[in-house]
């Protein structure tokens, strides 16, 4: 991909400088962002309520010069020490000569989304590790190492789980359902077994009729069926009263409170304009949940639908999981590379697990696991349903591990806003009192 840059900003005088040969591809570094977040890791994104962008984001949303403008402001204010170099790309700059330097994520990503004429996570510095945009942007190499670095995405699954699911190994629909019900367990204390059972009990007898199969499903069946898969440990279904964790789910479809905060975050008293109204977060099927933090979201498909998928799990999707990881952030900025936020995408007869973290400088990382099946019949309802299970577990102690580094977490008192230079009292609108160090500039 070739873009050209007529910023007229220091990227030029970079581009003059470096030979990117084989250490980078030809994009050349163009931003866009509306959030003053740049020491959030993830430096915000475009407005995608403003210009010629509607509320809930779609793929023909078109992005406007202004909004380039203002992306390519805020990209400039990032420290430039903090950004992501790979060792690939070192590697490769080095091999070129030794006048190449090597070009971080941050600014690879930004050539991208100033060269972008659409709407794209991009503008808010996610880079989505499977999103085929970015393979003219990265080296396969860099690719690989961007997905690989620490922490893995696939945890252990609880030994108890394996346990468990090993014992139901080759099993029939019949004896899985037998297994269940008989399964000894305390259900006041024995959260894991309880969910098994009941997870086992109610998906299994689904398909005990001879003439048994799932077929084409409406959003609500998936939402009653489905989704208590996949909320694991987080939740039971509606049959269930007791929940397993300090973790829900809330299903009816409500908006993101961190999404509706960070919409929100520049609003001001009505002065020489008239105050802006709230606005609404983006609203997802499920959404994760221990207190009031949210720890991630799931938004589902009634039918298998590529459109569908890309504009939900590609687009939408990443830019609430990214509001909920800045939300936390703002509370823990120190936990930046502790916070992992989970998001499903039930794509019909599919669900995909995504791991939204920042390992390093501003970039919000989106990693996947290949689309699991749900059992569609008796045949391979055991295998299936297995590996849904070990699919939830996996959600599960991804948020268990981003709340423990939370509760860890010893918040010291601090000021909302610091000035970088105190206001001289002359300039103060009082006569008599200093103006306060923790006002606007």
Same mark, same amino acid.
């Given at each position: 991909?070739?873009?050209?840059?007529?910023?007229?900003?220091?990227?030029?005088?970079?581009?003059?400088?470096?030979?990117?040969?084989?250490?980078?591809?030809?994009?050349?570094? !163009?931003?866009?962002?509306?959030?003053?977040?740049?020491?959030?890791?993830?430096?915000?994104?475009?407005?995608?309520?403003?210009?010629?962008?509607?509320?809930?984001?779609?793929?023909?949303?078109?992005?406007?010069?202004?909004?380039?403008?203002?992306?390519?402001?805020?990209?400039?204010?990032?420290?430039?020490?903090?950004?992501?170099?790979?060792?690939?790309?070192?590697?490769?700059?080095?091999?070129?000569?030794?006048?190449? &330097?090597?070009?971080?994520?941050?600014?690879?990503?930004?050539?991208?989304?100033?060269?972008?004429?659409?709407?794209?996570?991009?503008?808010?510095?996610?880079?989505?590790?499977?999103?085929?945009?970015?393979?003219?942007?990265?080296?396969?190499?860099?690719? &690989?190492?961007?997905?690989?670095?620490?922490?893995?995405?696939?945890?252990?699954?609880?030994?108890?789980?394996?346990?468990?699911?090993?014992?139901?190994?080759?099993?029939?629909?019949?004896?899985?359902?037998?297994?269940?019900?008989?399964?000894?367990?305390?259900?006041?204390?024995?959260?894991?077994?309880?969910?098994?059972?009941?997870?086992?009990?109610?998906?299994?007898?689904?398909?005990?009729?001879?003439?048994?199969?799932?077929?084409?499903?409406?959003?609500?069946?998936?939402?009653?069926?489905?989704?208590?898969?996949?909320?694991?440990?987080?939740?039971?279904?509606?049959?269930?009263?007791?929940?397993?964790?300090?973790?829900?789910?809330?299903?009816?479809?409500?908006? #993101?409170?961190?999404?509706?905060?960070?919409?929100?975050?520049?609003?001001?008293?009505?002065?020489?304009?008239?105050?802006?109204?709230?606005?609404?977060?983006?609203?997802?099927? /499920?959404?994760?949940?221990?207190?009031?933090?949210?720890?991630?979201?799931?938004?589902?498909?009634?039918?298998?639908?590529?459109?569908?998928? !890309?504009?939900?799990?590609?687009?939408?999707?990443? &830019?609430?999981?990214?509001?909920?990881?800045?939300?936390?952030?703002?509370?823990?900025?120190?936990?930046?590379?502790? &916070?992992?936020?989970?998001?499903?995408?039930?794509?019909?007869?599919?669900?995909?697990?995504?791991?939204?973290?920042?390992?390093?400088?501003?970039?919000?990382?989106?990693?996947?696991?290949?689309?699991?099946?749900?059992? /569609?019949?008796?045949?391979?309802?055991?295998?299936?349903?297995?590996?849904?299970?070990?699919?939830?577990?996996?959600?599960?102690?991804?948020?268990?591990?981003?709340?423990?580094?939370?509760?860890?977490?010893?918040?010291?008192?601090?000021?909302?806003?610091?000035?970088?230079?105190?206001?001289?009292?002359?300039?103060?609108?009082?006569?008599?009192?200093?103006?306060? #160090?923790?006002? #606007?500039?």
């Amino acid at each position: 991909m070739e873009t050209t840059n007529t910023t007229g900003n220091k990227y030029e005088g970079v581009e003059k400088r470096r030979k990117r040969a084989a250490c980078t591809s030809s994009t050349e570094p !163009l931003h866009t962002h509306t959030q003053d977040t740049q020491q959030k890791c993830v430096a915000g994104s475009i407005d995608s309520g403003s210009a010629e962008s509607s509320s809930v984001p779609f793929l023909k949303t078109k992005i406007t010069t202004e909004d380039k403008e203002r992306f390519r402001k805020t990209f400039e204010s990032l420290d430039s020490k903090k950004f992501w170099v790979l060792k690939a790309t070192r590697e490769a700059a080095a091999a070129a000569g030794p006048d190449v &330097i090597p070009v971080s994520v941050e600014e690879k990503m930004a050539a991208f989304a100033l060269s972008s004429n659409f709407l794209h996570p991009a503008h808010s510095l996610i880079l989505d590790v499977d999103e085929n945009s970015w393979a003219d942007v990265f080296t396969k190499e860099e690719l &690989i190492e961007i997905q690989n670095e620490e922490p893995p995405l696939i945890r252990q699954t609880p030994e108890e789980l394996d346990q468990l699911l090993k014992e139901i190994h080759g099993m029939s629909t019949e004896d899985v359902y037998r297994y269940s019900r008989s399964l000894p367990h305390d259900p006041s204390k024995d959260h894991l077994k309880t969910w098994f059972s009941l997870t086992l009990t109610n998906s299994a007898s689904s398909f005990l009729c001879d003439n048994t199969g799932i077929g084409r499903i409406g959003e609500a069946d998936a939402m009653s069926t489905c989704t208590p898969h996949i909320i694991g440990y987080c939740a039971l279904d509606k049959m269930c009263i007791k929940k397993l964790t300090t973790f829900f789910s809330d299903s009816k479809e409500l908006g #993101s409170k961190a999404n509706s905060f960070a919409q929100n975050s520049k609003r001001k008293l009505s002065g020489l304009e008239e105050a802006q109204k709230a606005r609404g977060g983006r609203r997802m099927d /499920t959404i994760y949940k221990g207190g009031e933090v949210e720890y991630g979201a799931v938004e589902i498909g009634n039918r298998a639908d590529s459109t569908k998928e !890309l504009n939900d799990s590609r687009l939408k999707l990443p &830019i609430v999981l990214k509001d909920m990881f800045l939300k936390i952030h703002d509370y823990a900025p120190e936990l930046q590379n502790k &916070i992992h936020i989970v998001g499903y995408n039930i794509n019909g007869l599919s669900v995909q697990l995504m791991d939204f973290d920042s390992p390093h400088g501003y970039v919000g990382r989106i990693r996947r696991t290949k689309y699991t099946d749900y059992p /569609t019949s008796k045949i391979e309802f055991t295998t299936r349903i297995s590996t849904l299970i070990r699919l939830a577990a996996l959600g599960e102690n991804i948020i268990k591990e981003t709340e423990a580094s939370l509760a860890n977490f010893d918040k010291a008192l601090v000021s909302s806003k610091s000035l970088s230079k105190r206001t001289s009292r002359s300039s103060s609108t009082s006569t008599n009192q200093e103006p306060s #160090s923790s006002s #606007s500039p």
